[in-house]
C-alpha cells in the first residue's frame, strides 16, 4: 500500500524559512521521481518542483532561487526547503510521486493529505 505523508507546514512570516518533509512507502522510493504541488482555494493544483530518480531537479519559476528540493533515499524522504517566503506562496503543499522524461513530471494518482504553509504577518 502507496503512502505519503507531508509534514513540516505551519505559519511563518514573510521572509521566513520552513522546511516540508514527505516520508513515503509502500513503493521503492529511489526508482521513481517524487514531486511537490501547492493549491489554494479556487484554484488547481501546481507543480511547485520535481526532483528524478537521478537527482536532477526543476523548479517552477515561481520559486526559482528560493526553495529546494531534495531527497533521501536512505530515508524514504522528500523534502522542500523554503526560503524568502512570500504571501502568495500560501497554500496546502502535497507531494506526489510519479515519473520524468525529458524534463517533463507525470504524476502518478498517489497523494499524501497535505500540509497547510500560511505566510503572513
Not at 520524468?100 to 504553509?117: C, E, L
Request: net charge positive; proline share 3%.
Amino acid at each position: 500500500q502507496v503512502q505519503l505523508v507531508e509534514s513540516g507546514g505551519g505559519l511563518v512570516q514573510p521572509g521566513g524559512s520552513l522546511t516540508l518533509s514527505c516520508a513515503v512507502s509502500g513503493y521503492i522510493f529511489s526508482l521513481q521521481a517524487m514531486a511537490w504541488y501547492r493549491q489554494t482555494p479556487g484554484k488547481q493544483r501546481e507543480v511547485v518542483a520535481h526532483i528524478a530518480s537521478d537527482g536532477a531537479t526543476k523548479y517552477a519559476d515561481s520559486v526559482k532561487g528560493r526553495f529546494t528540493i531534495s531527497r533521501d533515499n536512505a530515508k524514504n524522504t522528500v523534502y522542500l526547503q523554503m526560503n524568502s517566503l512570500k504571501p502568495e506562496d500560501t497554500a496546502v503543499y502535497y507531494c506526489n510521486r510519479g515519473l520524468t522524461y525529458s524534463g517533463t513530471y507525470f504524476p502518478s494518482d498517489s497523494w499524501g493529505q497535505g500540509t497547510q504553509v500560511t505566510v503572513s504577518s
